[in-house]
């Protein structure tokens, strides 16, 4: 199982999308332990979107779609978030 995920800074108003098999530990990397890449700058991150999926490649589809314009609209549309 793999969940493609959403993850929202408030104080910078920045998402991150991304999947895992593991959401719990990728949460923590992306919080506290990751030393480098794009997400060490914009923390804290709140987990704000998940979705389930049966296979690795099916988690890529919808990352992929999620991160198009179209489907960056649907997460801040569903959330409200218009910073």
Known sequence: MFTVYVLYSEQYD???IGYTS???DR???HNQKATK???IRYRPWKLIHTE???SKTLA???EKQLKSSR???FIRNT???FG
Do not use: Q, V
């Open 14 to 16: 920045k998402l991150y």
């Open 22 to 24: 593991d959401l719990e």
């Open 27 to 29: 949460i923590l990397s």
């Open 37 to 39: 890449g794009f997400t």
């Open 52 to 54: 389930e999926l049966d």
């Open 60 to 62: 890529i589809k919808r």
């Open 71 to 73: 489907g960056r609209d």
């Open 79 to 81: 959330y409200n978030l």
